[in-house]
């Protein structure tokens, strides 16, 4: 809204003089316009602010100022009204200027002005402001008429042509309830004149009835616009057995208030209410669904309520769907049944949605038995009875079912006594026995419950024997082997069966044992892998319980049977055999010593033994070296032993070794031995070798040659003289020649130049030619052990004579 001014009726009644004061009134009016644009909101309602100059005269959307006037004196007071009014609180701001055109008044004049606001208008019959109806009018306070805005100011302060600026400014409330609408702004003003005397001054409008009234419309602007709300839930399909969580966004332009939950629950409504502040705020909480029926429809309305008292919900509807199961409880006549009881079962099944079936399933030793019911409403129950033939454990289970295909179990596991003893039958493998029989002792269990443990008794002669068993199901077999250990003797095999109930019964059988005891017959060899042509010596141990009555080796050898019988006197419990024969069978004969011992009773008990005759590895006679004086980098060969092998086998490829002063040479293990190999053999050693025959199953003893070879001392290489002979030159030469010692000695030359020689260890010299001629030169190199070698004949030219030339001219004088 702007506020403007518009005074063309009063420059055309008061003169070109008031013209004059425009630009400056203009300009002092500027700062109190006001511009208020409106937001492009459909919840907003407005109406168009308009003046007029009195209550009869046409509306005007330009609002210009309203002059309000006092007729008794030529004082003119303008009034201009600004009004900023914001959503539903508003600040009142009236600008009022005062105007004392003539500058004349007393001390004690004075104006007060005072303001009304009524959204009714004022009655149009008459301007008497005693009879104005303010009932509907919307006011500062409690909407009377008698409360107003009130300003007084002394006239006399302002100067001529002058004008006083008044502002009143009060805080209004504006409900929202009284609507909106054009509301008129009437002033009253009362001065006081020269002497003093008070008059009622009325405002009106130029050229207008005393009793006009000046009238402003505004636009009273109030916040509609609800808060937004947006809801969100942790679950769009909750269950009767879900905690939902909910929350609430609210925003608003101008500011919120409060907000408040409303749950409308099988079980009432559930409020939460908030305070808040500021434009956007979050509410949250959950509730339980727990125990609510399937199918039931929840709404969830959420309100807001902004500072304009605005209310905005938003409501969502949620179906609860049944996972809830039905609660089931079983109950029995008794809680130890025993075999042959009849048991009474009864079930109480409810359900918060509905019933929809239910099952007795019975679990007998004898199969599974299923009772079936259809069911509705909200709860039932369910009786039964059955028949226990047999002990054992029985689990009774309660299924139910609701109408949303929940499924409740509920099971009791009872046990029904046992007192029947277990079933036992034992069988033996044999009705009599003798002295190191085996018997084998087996018993067969059987329980209409349940089997716990077994047990198996021999009375032996060392005592009592126990073997004891853990069982499980109903039948079982149990098992051992016995040998017996008395002669003659009776025994007596007893079983025990116990049950899961502690019930025993036991089955014993007797056996008579006779003497059937054989003698114990032990042998032992000198040798374990004879070779052929050795003497293996046997021997036996023979013993028995009572008495001995005969003994005998027989032995397969490869030129036939050997036996060796023995016979002892009655009283004779205990003997030794032995005897020797010479293995004649060579590699991989076998021999089969075996020993037959009986005693008085005619038991008898064999020992065998099985020898294999072992092979007889390979022999050699010394063997030779071809060389036994050889030179450093000469090769040393063994001739190879002489062979030969007892079991005939044919000789494979022999293992040598080399020994150098006695030392093995590592890793020389060939038939011939390279000297010129650093370590094999140098001047002064003496090398021997070794050789181990092989026939290819074992190899014999190691045989050393017959000889040893010492290495001999090696002559150093002819001197080779690097100049080339026969060469002539004219200033002495150095002369290099180069020779080598195998054995590494320090090689001597001896220089024979021209006659007179010299000894030196190196390899070269320089000549000493003083004259012209032909010299020549021989080099022997000798090691010191008194070898030496020579050079071949070599000789030099020195030639130190210059040329002679002879010059002949075909004339003496050329012209």
Same mark, same amino acid.
């Given at each position: ?531 052929? *042509?050795?003497?293996? +010596? @046997? =021997?036996?141990?023979?013993? &028995?319980? %009572?008495?001995?009555?005969?003994? #005998?080796? !027989? ?32 590699? *991989?004969?076998?021999? +089969? @010593? =075996?020993?037959?011992?009986? &005693?008085? %009773?005619?038991?008898?008990?064999? #020992?065998? !033994? ?45 293992? %040598?070794?080399?020994?150098?002063? #006695? ?153």
């Amino acid at each position: 809204m702007k506020v403007s001014r518009n005074d063309s009726d009063f420059a055309l009644k008061r003169g070109m003089n008031r013209l004059l004061l425009l630009p400056l009134m203009l300009v002092l009016l500027l700062p109190f316009a006001f511009s208020q644009t409106l937001p492009d909101d459909e919840a907003r309602k407005f109406v168009t602010a308009n003046c007029r100059a009195d209550q009869n005269s046409a509306a005007s959307t330009s609002c210009a100022n309203v002059e309000i006037r006092s007729y008794n004196s030529n004082r003119n007071i303008r009034a201009y009204w600004l009004i900023n009014i914001t959503n539903t609180t508003g600040t009142i701001q009236s600008a009022f200027f005062v105007w004392n055109e003539s500058g004349v008044g007393n001390a004690d004049n004075s104006l007060s002005v005072q303001f009304y606001w009524d959204k009714s208008g004022f009655d149009s019959s008459t301007m008497n402001w005693n009879n104005q109806k303010c009932g509907t009018a919307v006011d500062l306070t409690a909407g009377t008429c008698n409360t107003t805005l009130l300003k007084e100011f002394n006239l006399s302060s302002l100067a001529a042509n002058m004008q006083q600026v008044v502002n009143f400014t009060d805080a209004a409330k504006w409900e929202k309830e009284k609507g909106d609408g054009i509301f008129s702004i009437m002033a009253r003003m009362n001065d006081e004149d020269f002497d003093g005397t008070n008059r009622e001054s009325h405002p009106h409008a130029i050229g207008e009835p005393k009793n006009a009234a000046p009238m402003l419309n505004l636009t009273v602007l109030i916040d509609a616009t609800k808060p937004i709300v947006n809801t969100t839930f942790n679950t769009s399909t909750p269950r009767n057995i879900d905690v939902l969580n909910f929350t609430g966004n609210i925003s608003d332009e101008t500011g919120l208030l409060s907000a408040n939950w409303t749950i409308n629950l099988s079980t009432g409504k559930v409020f939460m209410n908030y305070t808040i502040s500021g434009t956007s705020a979050q509410v949250s909480n959950a509730t339980s669904l727990y125990g609510l029926k399937g199918g039931a429809v929840l709404n969830f309305t959420l309100y807001a309520t902004d500072t304009s008292n605005n209310v905005k919900q938003n409501s969502t509807l949620l179906t609860v769907t049944d996972a809830l199961p039905p609660v089931v409880n079983a109950s029995f006549n008794t809680s130890t049944p025993k075999i042959y009881d009849i048991i009474n079962f009864t079930g109480n099944i409810t359900d918060e949605t509905g019933l929809l079936s239910a099952n007795w399933t019975v679990n007998l030793s004898t199969g599974t038995l299923k009772i079936n019911y259809s069911v509705s409403g909200a709860a039932a129950t369910l009786s039964n009875s059955t028949f226990l033939p047999a002990a054992g454990v029985i689990n009774f289970t309660l299924f139910a079912t609701d109408t949303s295909n929940n499924v409740r179990q509920n099971s009791t596991l009872l046990t029904v006594s046992d007192n029947l003893r277990p079933a036992i039958n034992g069988t033996l493998n044999a009705t009599s026995a003798v002295l190191g029989s085996v018997i084998n002792s087996s018993f067969n269990i059987t329980d209409e419950t349940g089997l716990l443990s077994g047990s198996i008794i021999v009375n032996l002669s060392t005592g009592k024997v126990f073997m004891n068993y853990s069982l499980s199901g109903t039948s079982a077999t149990i098992s051992n082997t016995t040998s017996v250990n008395c002669a003659p003797c009776v025994l007596n095999f007893t079983g025990l069966a116990t049950d899961t109930s502690n019930n025993v019964k036991q089955n014993s059988t007797i056996i008579f044992v006779a003497d059937s005891t054989r003698p114990i017959a032990n042998s032992s060899f000198n040798l374990s892998a004879p070779k052929k *042509g050795d003497i293996i +010596n @046997f =021997s036996a141990n023979v013993t &028995d319980d %009572f008495s001995l009555h005969s003994a #005998n080796w !027989t032995i397969n050898m490869t030129n036939g049977k050997l036996y060796v019988n023995y016979t002892f006197d009655p009283l004779t419990a205990k003997a030794t055999v032995s005897n020797s024969t010479a293995i004649v069978g060579g590699r *991989g004969n076998v021999y +089969n @010593f =075996s020993l037959r011992a009986c &005693d008085a %009773f005619g038991n008898c008990n064999q #020992n065998d !033994t099985l020898i294999t005759v072992a092979n007889t590895p390979p022999s050699c006679t010394a063997g030779a070296l071809n060389n036994t004086s050889p030179k450093t980098n000469d090769a040393i060969n063994q001739t190879g032993c002489g062979y030969s092998d007892a079991d005939g086998d044919a000789r494979q490829p022999s293992s %040598f070794s080399w020994y150098r002063n #006695n030392a093995l040479i590592a890793g020389q293990n060939a038939q011939t031995l390279n000297l010129s190999t650093a370590g094999n053999g140098d001047k002064g050693d003496t090398i021997n070798g070794s050789e181990q025959p092989y026939d290819g199953f074992d190899y014999g003893n190691w045989v050393n040659v017959s000889m040893y070879a010492l290495v001999q001392n090696s002559t150093p290489t002819t001197p080779v003289i690097a100049n080339a002979s026969g060469q002539a030159y004219n200033t002495n030469q150095v002369i290099n020649w180069a020779s080598s010692d195998a054995d590494g000695d320090q090689i001597l030359y001896t220089v024979h130049f021209n006659g007179p020689s010299f000894s030196t260890p190196d390899q070269n010299f320089t000549t000493t030619m003083a004259a012209d001629g032909t010299y020549f030169l021989n080099v022997s190199a000798a090691d010191g052990t008194g070898n030496s070698t020579n050079s071949s004949a070599w000789n030099i030219t020195l030639d130190t004579t210059s040329p002679f030339t002879a010059l002949s001219f075909n004339s003496s004088a050329p012209r």
